[in-house]
C-alpha cells in the first residue's frame, strides 16, 4: 500500500488536539482518513473528519469555541497555521489548516441520523476514534448519499471493501444505519457497478494512489458473497499483489 508523505502531518495535527475536551464532546475522529490511517495508508486522503452524535456534546463544542476559538481543539499549535476563522452551524464546524505547507480540510460534524457507540482508541491513535460497527454504519451512509457521483471516485465503496477485507459487517452497522434510511440496496448497485467499469476502476485507483488494488477486489468480492453478487472480473493488475509489479 502507497505510503503518502502527509501521513505524519495528518498524526502531527492529531497529537496536537484536546482529547479530553473532544471525549467531553463525544466527538470521535472517523471518515476515510481514519480507516486508511487504520488500515495501511491504503489511499490518498488529507481530510480530517470528527463525528459528534450528542446534542449535549455539540452544544459543548460550540459553547466552547465562541471564547476560546482555535484553542479549545488545540493544545498546542506547532507549525499550524489558521488562515481564517472557524465556521460554524446547526450541521458542524470546520476549518482549513496549514502544516508544512500541506492543507488540511478539519471538520466536526453534527451525526444526527445515528447514535455513536463508545469510541475506539487504536495504539496509534491520541484521540478517540469511531468504533468498528460506526465505521461500517457511516460508509454505508455515505456511499448510499453518493456513490452514483463519479467524482467521489468511489471512495466509500473502497474504504467499504477495506473494512470488510478485516472484518465482517456488524450486524449493528446494517441495523443502525437502515434505520435512518435505505443502505443496502445502494451497495449492491455500488458494488455492481464498479465490477462492471474496469476503466473507472482503474481510474479511480490511480486518482486515489491506491498502488496495489488486490485487497481492495478482494474485499469488494466478499462484500459481493455477503449480498448474493458475484465476484469481480479482474484485470490482470487487480491479480498481481504488490511485490509482483514490474
Request: charged share 20%.
Amino acid at each position: 500500500m502507497v505510503i503518502q508523505s502527509n501521513v505524519y502531518k495528518i498524526i502531527a495535527v492529531l497529537h496536537q488536539l484536546n482529547t479530553n475536551f473532544l471525549q467531553d464532546c463525544h466527538a470521535y475522529f472517523g471518515g476515510g482518513t481514519f480507516i486508511c490511517l487504520n488500515y495501511g495508508e491504503y489511499r490518498l486522503s488529507k481530510d480530517i473528519d470528527f463525528l459528534c452524535s450528542t446534542g449535549s456534546g455539540y452544544r459543548l463544542l460550540r459553547q466552547s469555541l465562541g471564547p476560546n476559538k482555535y484553542n479549545a481543539l488545540f493544545n498546542t499549535q506547532n507549525n499550524i497555521t489558521f488562515h481564517q476563522e472557524i465556521q460554524a452551524n446547526q450541521y458542524g464546524i470546520r476549518f482549513p489548516l496549514l502544516i508544512e505547507e500541506t492543507l488540511i480540510k478539519f471538520e466536526i460534524i453534527m451525526e444526527g441520523r445515528i447514535e455513536l457507540e463508545a469510541p475506539d482508541f487504536p495504539q496509534w491513535s491520541s484521540v478517540p476514534c469511531l468504533s468498528l460497527i460506526d465505521c461500517f454504519a457511516e460508509k454505508l451512509l455515505a456511499n448510499a448519499d453518493r456513490w452514483i457521483d463519479s467524482s467521489v471516485e468511489s471512495r466509500d465503496l473502497i474504504d467499504l471493501a477495506v473494512l470488510r477485507f478485516n472484518a465482517s459487517i456488524p450486524p449493528q452497522a446494517i441495523a443502525k444505519s437502515e434505520a435512518a434510511y435505505p443502505v443496502i440496496k445502494p451497495l449492491k448497485e455500488a458494488i455492481a457497478n464498479f465490477q462492471q467499469k474496469p476503466n473507472y476502476r482503474d481510474k479511480c485507483f490511480q486518482s486515489l494512489r491506491i498502488n496495489n488494488p488486490v485487497t481492495i477486489i478482494d474485499g469488494l468480492d466478499l462484500l459481493a458473497v455477503d449480498f448474493g453478487l458475484e465476484p469481480t472480473e479482474r484485470t490482470f493488475r487487480e491479480c498481481l499483489n504488490q511485490d509482483e509489479f514490474i
